[in-house]
């Protein structure tokens, strides 16, 4: 069974400062992995894909990938009271439709 | 561009009554489509996804079912809520480089 781990938190981040969130996997098979943003009783949106070994920076945001490690993660720079949020980490499989496995989240909470 | 309906946005039902949500896509032609839940204090579960018309692959046995009558529109159903169906019924597409976009999601809450 495909697994995606992420730690709940709450991370509790000081404003203008770095937030790290992580995940793993158990799928090897796993060739696409996604961040998604979710604000409460809101439906998820997409902040970052990464499908390669190594970083992908987008804006105040990056993406790090290590498939030997089965690990994923997301670095936001300067961090704001608006990313306060929990962030769902999403892994696919390679070339199929069958849908995204998603992790259960991390609550993230930027402080003023 | 494309753009994912969702309705309705929330719905209270007794136990035993049906359901029916619907999806629609717009702006994109043949897309997968998939029908998630979360429930509270869970992740996003993946109930139904589909591939095309009247293609549907069901992911986790329960009293849910899913259709595909046209190709940019996907309905989930039930014939008879139960408790354990409350939850936030989340429709997605997929396309190429997009990665996965949600609809507005409805709140299912059975009573």
């Known amino acids: 069974q495909k697994e995606v781990e992420q730690n709940s938190g709450p991370l509790s981040v000081p404003e203008g400062a770095i937030a790290s969130l992580n995940c793993t996997y158990s799928d090897r098979g796993s060739q696409s992995f996604f961040w998604y943003r979710q604000y409460s009783g809101k439906s998820p949106e997409l902040i970052m894909s990464i499908y390669s070994n190594g970083d992908k920076e987008d804006g105040r945001f990056t993406a790090q990938l290590n498939k030997a490690s089965q690990y994923v993660s997301l670095l936001i720079r300067d961090s704001q009271p608006s990313d306060s949020a929990t962030y769902l980490c999403a892994v696919e499989e390679g070339g199929g439709a069958d849908g995204l496995t998603f992790g259960k989240g991390t609550h993230l909470i930027i402080q003023p | 561009s494309q753009t994912i309906h969702q309705w309705p946005a929330t719905l209270v039902q007794p136990v035993g009554s049906p359901l029916s949500l619907e999806c629609t896509v717009e702006?994109?032609?043949?897309?997968?489509l998939y029908w998630y839940r979360q429930a509270a204090g869970r992740g996003l579960q993946l109930l139904f996804y589909?591939?095309?018309?009247?293609?549907i692959s069901s992911e986790v046995p329960q009293n849910l079912s899913a259709s595909r009558p046209q190709d940019r529109q996907f309905i989930l159903s039930s014939k008879k809520l139960l408790l354990s169906d409350s939850g936030f019924y989340l429709c997605a597409w997929s396309g190429g480089a997009y990665g996965y976009t949600f609809g507005s999601g409805t709140r299912l809450t059975v009573v």
């Open positions: 702006g994109t032609s043949n897309p997968n």
């Open positions: 589909s591939v095309g018309i009247g293609q």
